[in-house]
């Protein structure tokens, strides 16, 4: 006869089952889970893996480009710069959220970031020397994170889906800005011309990078395209960027770093040149140009940022009591 131990485990298995089918048939049927639905523990340890890692790179990705605010050449110009650097602040905040309806608060996030324990985008160790470097990345590094996004748009994931909506509405406004600036540039004296290409030569390949290993070496995209977190792997991904980015180069009268580029008729695609992935590897594990510098920086803003958090909670403290006290 069982012991009674041993029957609630069988029940508990029952349970189990019955949740995983659930889970399994709600993603089938492309249904979004929310937060307080039963998901795998390595459902959710995903999610916040790859939340995670893209929230750091909205609130690192403000580095290199505030480098430019103080020296931007116009003040439409620097305006434009400052709305877009706040909407990266703000992307970081949708997706800690996102995080936070996990069971992962905040502080536990920004901890593994500032002790290098989660990455971020690779992207945004490079250097941005020139102020062609901020229509570069508008067009070229927001162009590739909308590549990369708007599928995540469908993510099973009810609040990481819906926080990708309006991320993406943002960003394809500063990929916009970003075009229409190296346009500009790339029309104005053969200076800036010059100085717009010397920007796309530095940025085309890392961004190609932005969207991970190749598909044979990429740790987590089948587990992850079959739980529909990502709906495409990173090649496929990769190569639509191409795609987009061939004809808007020709428009900006800009070259892009290739001699191997071309269209390859039979599959109906650009076909491009090997990827340093030694570089790319390199980066990850902290040794880009500006890894030390962007981490550095991060740990001085949290520290120098203690005292608002500790205003904002003793207001928001007192706000409790007085409401406790009026109720
Ligand atoms: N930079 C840094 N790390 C990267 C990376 C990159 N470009 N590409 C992959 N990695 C990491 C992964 O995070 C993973 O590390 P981990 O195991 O320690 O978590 C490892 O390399 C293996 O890669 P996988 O392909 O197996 O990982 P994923 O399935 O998670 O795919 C991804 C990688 C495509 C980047 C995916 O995580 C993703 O789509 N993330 C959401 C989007 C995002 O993070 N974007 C950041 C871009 S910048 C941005 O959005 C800011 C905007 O303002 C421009």
Request: net charge negative; glycine share 6%.
């Amino acid at each position: 006869m069982a012991t009674a131990a041993q029957a609630y485990d069988r029940e508990d298995a029952v349970d189990q089952d019955a949740y995983e089918r659930a889970f399994d048939a709600a993603v089938a049927a492309d249904e979004r889970i929310e937060p307080r639905d039963w998901m795998p523990d390595a459902y959710r340890a995903t999610l916040v893996r790859q939340i995670a890692q893209h929230a750091h790179s909205e609130i690192i990705g403000m580095q290199p480009e505030a480098n430019w605010i103080t020296r931007a050449p116009s003040l439409r110009r620097k305006a434009i710069l400052m709305a877009k650097v706040q909407d990266e602040a703000g992307h970081g905040l949708y997706l800690y959220s996102a995080a936070e309806t996990l069971g992962t608060g905040r502080d536990e996030l920004l901890d593994k970031l500032h002790t290098g324990r989660q990455k971020y985008s690779s992207i945004f160790n490079y250097p941005t020397l020139t102020w062609a470097d901020v229509g570069a990345i508008g067009w070229l590094v927001d162009g590739a994170a909308i590549t990369n996004q708007v599928p995540l748009c469908r993510c099973s994931y009810g609040p990481y889906a819906r926080a990708m909506v309006r991320i993406c509405k943002e960003e394809s406004f500063h990929q916009r800005q970003g075009y229409e600036l190296l346009l500009a540039l790339s029309k104005g004296t053969p200076e800036q011309h010059a100085m717009a290409q010397d920007a796309v030569d530095r940025w085309w390949w890392p961004s190609l990078m932005m969207f991970g290993p190749p598909d044979d070496e990429s740790a987590h995209s089948a587990q992850s395209m079959a739980w529909k977190i990502k709906r495409h792997s990173n090649d496929e991904l990769r190569r639509r960027f191409v795609d987009i980015c061939v004809p808007q180069a020709e428009s900006l009268g800009l070259t892009l770093p290739d001699p191997d580029l071309k269209w390859n008729e039979e599959l109906g695609r650009h076909e491009f040149g090997e990827i340093d992935w030694t570089e790319f590897k390199n980066v990850l594990k902290g040794n880009g140009p500006c890894n030390e510098q962007r981490i550095t920086q991060r740990r001085q803003a949290h520290d120098e940022g203690a005292w608002v958090r500790e205003a904002a909670s003793a207001y928001a403290g007192k706000h409790t009591e007085t409401g406790a006290a009026r109720a």
